[in-house]
């Protein structure tokens, strides 16, 4: 390991883990649902009444839930018995029910990306190449699940995770992970989470999360893909500073990210200098 990786890992581990639990902080827990082979007697080939979308990993890509159509559904009463387990079903809300941040099982550090993340709609289930937040366990708002997924799909997180990984990234690599438990009234907490919302909030279905956070529906979501490029290199800009990186050591860890094209990188680094004024005197809390 080079001096200058040593030197990264040291300001990023000044952060705790995303495992650890913290009093007072949002927690967030992973999970997984529906195995493909042990569960295949669910997955229906039809859409159809009563039925719901089962989601795989390479349905979503960072900040987009469209990438590839659906093949599968489920019974949602078949899924909800399954769910349950032995539990009585009396109609309770269950994290299918929320939108919930999903990340990629598959992945590997010689990909153009390894964290791939986006936040899935309400009322889809998933198959076992997506790792869920957890909502019954975890003690995270819907605006921090849109931070923590502003993070995830950052270069800076991403140089970290790849550290980890070979050919897939368990709930566990990302657990050991360092995260700024930034909220609410933390700032430019909200500046990730506008631009991840906008990035994110781009169909009907996510209209109540873009109410929750102020965008007032889909419309106001972004899809053109130059404005798009645009808000993901701000994010990597902001997540850069947030964990107290030079610009040497920020354009240092774009190097290692070979196969992504050079222009999406300048932008990101143009924009960490933009930003560079407004973080002079950022204190992180943790």
Not at 45 to 64: A, V
Not at 105 to 132: D, G, Q, W
Not at 259 to 281: H, Q, S
């Amino acid at each position: 390991m080079r001096e200058i990786d040593i030197r990264i890992c040291k300001k990023m581990l000044k952060f705790p883990l995303l495992g650890e639990k913290i009093d007072g902080k949002w927690n967030l827990r992973l999970t997984r649902e529906f195995d493909m082979t042990n569960d295949s007697h669910l997955f229906k080939q039809q859409p159809g009444q009563g039925k719901l979308q089962l989601y795989e990993g390479k349905m979503i890509h960072q900040f987009t839930h469209l990438y590839a159509q659906s093949k599968y559904w489920i019974h949602e009463n078949e899924a909800r018995q399954q769910l349950l387990s032995k539990k009585e079903d009396i109609g309770q809300i269950l994290s299918y029910q929320k939108y919930r941040l999903a990340f990629r099982e598959i992945a590997a550090s010689t990909n153009e990306r390894t964290l791939i993340s986006a936040i899935i709609p309400k009322n889809v289930f998933a198959n076992h190449k997506l790792t869920l937040s957890n909502l019954n366990k975890s003690t995270i708002s819907t605006q921090e699940l849109l931070y923590v997924c502003g993070l995830f799909n950052s270069f800076i997180f991403d140089f970290m995770a790849r550290q980890r990984v070979t050919t897939s990234i368990s709930m566990f690599i990302v657990y050991q992970l360092p995260v700024p438990r930034l909220t609410k009234n933390d700032r430019y907490f909200n500046d990730i989470v506008q631009r991840a919302a906008k990035l994110i909030c781009t169909t009907p279905e996510f209209d109540e999360l873009a109410q929750e956070v102020g965008l007032g529906s889909h419309q106001q979501g972004v899809i053109d893909e130059t404005e798009r490029a645009k808000l993901r290199a701000e994010l990597d800009g902001i997540v850069a500073h947030l964990y107290g990186l030079t610009e040497d050591e920020f354009s240092y860890i774009l190097t290692t990210f070979p196969i992504v094209n050079a222009t999406v990188k300048e932008a990101a680094l143009k924009a960490y200098r933009t930003f560079a004024p407004m973080f002079g005197d950022l204190q992180v809390a943790f």
